[in-house]
């Protein structure tokens, strides 16, 4: 008789006999471990000859025709404004703020440290796809700093505003529950499989979590930073806060932000700006890419294929392709005349756009390295939410502190509504509230309102799950032989990582079509 | 190719991305307005092809010297006052009417449900300005109505209630407009009157 083993009771046995190193090599046999590795879609060469219109040079339109073009389609990229990268965007000395209603000039000094990261501005290490471009493309990436514990909470809630550390916040609120926790914690509150020294465990766990002293008190920790250091004399403990004026601020919710998935250590940046990723790009198939071509008109055909006109200094122009890879923001291409379904039309205006808003300082000298703060973020709840502080040019004079990052769309409307000067003087007046004289340090400014750039009209598209569960499928399924793409037909958006993941949907689509004898012909 | 070699010269220089040429010009027009500024309702951006140039110059004008869009203004109104200011500013105003006005206008799709018979009724104190057809009235300065977004009909017609609009003492026919939407008592009248319109 044989006897089952389920893969649970499989690597139990396998532990018991060859320790967690088989438990970990059985693993990788089953399956289990997941492995980071780039999953580029195999592209194989084409047959005949294939036109292939893409219509934004943003991330995933470059990807697309980037690859597309390597195995023999016939690319060409239709680029409505006079620059490449869509939301990826970095300014220095002399670049241009394409905003409808206040344009604007970056006047940051010309220096390589000096400049601003106005759309994505760091890469997780599990985006395996944008790295490996990175590496193919020759993209020098250095290590970003997003998480610091030194830097500072400000929270009008708590404290009459006054800011702390964020390893104060964090150490001594996790004390202060903690402590609580282990003297309200008692055996009989557990169920059965609970022993007793489960039970001890749980307490000794609760000691860690809050780094509590043997009796179970919290009496500090040099977790929350020492009350100074002189090295020749003893340390000596910072007093905690007061547990519940912490529990006033609702930093809790953002407490954990550097454990996410997506902001946790490793992350990284191109040097010299995350624009170092399209030029890479550009690098290989910047012949493909026609800019100042604002498309007017899509009409996927009857017979196969796809025409699409674009207006052109002052002229139209109607072109044909066997396949049109479109990345033009949805909120934009209900405005554009076109015979997409009525179903997936209707999608376009579903899903919000995102309405989100940074502002890029010049600082004359680097006063934050000063206060122990090098790289990473200090949150407030004022409308500016973070200011960054660059990882980059570490003791050298000047610097670019990112001002204001918002994601709720309430301060974003604020700051767009108001002209730019303005914007900063807000973003200054909330900084002072962090940094004293932070004012006297700024030099000049950019501000980027994604919801009124020039070809954007929007940040990242606001998904959420009931739109997901309606919309999703209908947006990324194609008419005819039309795709949408862009990190807005991804469940990434308003990261780079989902932008390639939609091109790469769409290639592999037109892949297995083209080799499954189902081609459109134009 | 031109462009190729712009590119590569771009490329070469190693920090710019983008190419210089030449603009096409007003094309933030078009990106909110939609192509041959149609209207992008999904945007709130209202349909501007065929308006009259007047009219078109009048309200830039407004949104220029903060008559209209101003922060505290409506979600998308708001949005028109930089853009306003921006051409007033660029002396580009005349060229952005010449160009919006010029532009082939499409009869938009209905989107306003409402009683179109008893909005017939109500419109008798909107035709004696603009027009028993809705067709405008230059020397009264009131632009047609015909024709156009119905959707933003009704968005203007709730902000002259709510004193968005008209309300600033330089916005003389505002303000005849701010007086005259006293005859539509509640949002069904808005919409029958719209829908009305829509059958001009």
């Not at chain 1, 089953?30 to 060469?45: C, E, F, I, Q, Y």
């Not at chain 1, 000298?365 to 973070?386: A, L, M, P």
Request: aromatic letters at 8%.
């Amino acid at each position: 008789m044989q006897s089952k083993v389920s893969r649970r009771d499989f690597l139990q046995l396998a532990g018991a006999v060859g320790g967690s190193n088989a438990v970990y090599r059985a693993a990788m046999g089953l399956g289990l471990v997941p492995t980071v590795a780039v999953v580029k879609p195999n592209v194989a060469p084409l047959r005949k000859p294939r036109k292939v219109l893409v219509l934004g040079a943003g991330i995933s339109g470059l990807t697309a025709a980037y690859e597309l073009n390597k195995k023999g389609y016939e690319v060409q990229i239709l680029e409505a404004s006079f620059r490449a990268g869509g939301r990826n965007m970095t300014v220095r000395n002399g670049d241009r703020i394409d905003e409808t209603g206040y344009p604007q000039v970056c006047n940051f000094d010309k220096d390589p440290d000096l400049y601003f990261n106005c759309g994505p501005a760091r890469i997780p290490g599990h985006h395996v796809n944008l790295l490996g471009y990175c590496k193919e493309l020759g993209v020098e990436l250095e290590p970003f700093i997003n998480d610091n514990r030194n830097a500072w909470v400000q929270d009008d809630a708590m404290f009459d505003g006054k800011p702390i550390r964020a390893r104060e916040y964090m150490s001594d609120s996790r004390g202060f529950v903690a402590e609580l926790l282990s003297k309200s914690m008692k055996p009989d509150q557990f169920a059965a499989p609970m022993t007793k020294d489960d039970y001890e465990r749980l307490r000794e766990y609760v000691k860690y979590l809050g780094t509590l002293d043997p009796n179970f008190k919290y009496v500090g920790t040099s977790n929350a930073g020492l009350a100074t250091h002189d090295f020749t004399s003893p340390e000596v403990l910072k007093t905690p806060l007061d547990g519940r004026e912490l529990l006033k601020s609702q930093f809790m919710a953002i407490m954990n932000f550097g454990e996410t998935d997506d902001q946790a250590a490793m992350m990284m940046e191109p040097v010299g700006g995350m624009d170092r990723v399209p030029a890479g790009f550009l690098r290989q198939i910047g012949h493909l890419v026609q800019y100042h071509s604002q498309v007017q008109r899509i009409r996927v055909l009857d017979k196969g294929g796809v025409e699409v006109t674009y207006r052109r200094d002052g002229e139209y122009t109607t072109v044909r392709a066997d396949y049109v890879l479109n990345c033009i923001p949805m909120h934009l291409l209900a405005g554009i005349e076109h015979n997409f379904p009525k179903e997936q039309a209707a999608g376009f205006l579903a899903v919000p756009r995102g309405k989100l808003f940074k502002i890029g300082l010049q600082m004359k000298e680097r006063f934050w390295e000063k206060e122990g703060i090098y790289g990473g973020i200090s949150w407030t709840t004022q409308n500016i939410q973070q200011i960054w502080y660059p990882a980059h040019g570490i003791h050298r004079q000047k610097g670019v502190v990112l001002a204001a990052y918002t994601f709720d769309p309430n301060s974003g409307e604020k700051f767009a509504r108001l002209a730019p000067a303005d914007r900063i003087k807000l973003a200054i007046e909330q900084g002072s509230k962090i940094h004293p004289n932070y004012g006297d340090y700024v030099e000049t400014g950019v501000t980027v309102a994604w919801h009124q750039m020039n070809h954007m009209l929007g940040c990242a598209a606001q998904w959420d799950e009931p739109l997901f569960a309606k919309w999703f499928k209908t947006l990324q399924k194609p008419a005819g032989s039309h795709y949408l793409m862009g990190d807005q037909v991804s469940y990434h958006p308003g990261w780079q990582e989902g932008a390639i993941a939609s091109a790469h949907h769409a290639i592999a689509d037109i892949d297995a079509r083209e080799h499954a004898g189902q081609a459109v012909s134009a | 190719m031109n462009a190729i070699r712009r590119t590569l010269l771009a490329a070469a220089l190693g920090s710019l991305l983008g190419v210089a040429g030449a603009e096409n010009k007003f094309d933030y027009c078009l990106l909110c307005h939609g192509a041959a500024a149609n209207g992008n309702a999904g945007i709130r951006a209202p349909k501007l092809a065929g308006m009259e140039p007047w009219y078109l110059t009048r309200q830039l004008e407004n949104f220029a010297a903060g008559i209209r869009g101003t922060p505290g203004d409506d979600g998308s109104g708001h949005e028109m006052g930089p853009v306003g200011l921006r051409v007033k500013q660029e002396g580009t105003l005349a060229d952005a009417v010449t160009f919006v006005g010029g532009l082939p206008p499409v009869r938009p799709v209905v989107t306003i449900a409402g009683d179109a018979k008893h909005g017939k009724q109500l419109y008798a104190a909107c035709a004696s300005c603009h027009g028993v057809k809705g067709a405008g009235n230059a020397q009264l300065q009131a632009p047609a109505l015909a024709a156009r977004s119905d959707w933003y009909l009704v968005t203007q017609l709730k902000n002259f209630q709510a004193g968005l609009r008209g309300a600033d003492e330089r916005d003389t026919y505002g303000a005849q407009m701010r007086a005259v939407v006293t005859s539509l008592p509640d949002e069904k009248a808005i919409a029958d009157v719209v829908a009305y319109i829509n059958t001009l």
